[in-house]
């Protein structure tokens, strides 16, 4: 077995393991000692999913494999520090570092989407779409990290709209890799399509406003 197999392999058994814990995880009740406990599971699962793919993508050059890694490890790791951020003084450099980086490739993904549909490479649609998702993480991460946020409790929601995001990240994979029946742009786009509106469900269901009038 090559390198390139072995580490395809754990990247392969350590995403399906996210993909079936965060399904579990997304139905069971919030906050209580089996959510914490299958989450910090999922947490490093797929971690170290999104860490295997960088690897992978590097020496294998996959333009699939590079945009899941970047989605996969900006999420699950903003996503996991959000609940630590219950105030601003809680925002450390890592969590600024973070952003920085999601901006880089947001930017760098639309550029070269764009480029790519000028070309008629119809793949530079997906790049623009997840490159603009990236810079709506950014600003959000602007929002919550100066204060400007008109959500209370900003970490809890950003917390479970990024760990959605993960899943989203393992669910597109998923599918792309195992498509027959799609056409390739649908099958990137589907699972933000299907997740992106219980994203928004929840997100209501658990924030709370900011009362300006007090």
Do not use: C
Not at 112 to 127: A, E
Request: net charge positive.
């Amino acid at each position: 077995m090559t390198l390139f197999n072995f580490l395809l392999t754990i990247h392969i058994i350590l995403g399906g393991t996210g993909l079936l814990l965060g399904t579990l995880v997304m139905f069971l009740k919030k906050g209580d000692k089996r959510h914490k406990l299958i989450g910090n599971i999922y947490f490093y699962a797929m971690l170290g999913t999104g860490l295997f793919a960088m690897v992978l993508a590097y020496l294998n050059p996959s333009q699939f494999l590079f945009i899941t890694a970047v989605f996969t490890i900006y999420m699950i790791l903003t996503g996991k520090r959000y609940l630590k951020k219950k105030k601003i003084s809680d925002v450390t450099q890592l969590d600024w570092l973070l952003t920085i980086a999601m901006l880089v490739f947001g930017i760098a993904f639309i550029g070269l989407g764009t480029n790519g549909i000028m070309k008629s490479n119809y793949f530079g649609i997906v790049l623009v779409v997840f490159g603009g998702l990236g810079l709506l993480f950014v600003y959000q991460d602007y929002r919550n990290f100066k204060g400007k946020s008109s959500i209370k409790n900003f970490w809890l929601t950003t917390h479970l709209q990024r760990m959605v995001g993960s899943y989203i990240a393992a669910f597109t994979a998923f599918i792309v890799v195992n498509n027959d029946l799609l056409p390739e742009i649908l099958a990137w786009l589907l699972p933000t399509a299907i997740l992106v509106p219980f994203i928004t469900v929840w997100s209501r269901k658990y924030q709370v406003k900011i009362d300006k009038n007090i």
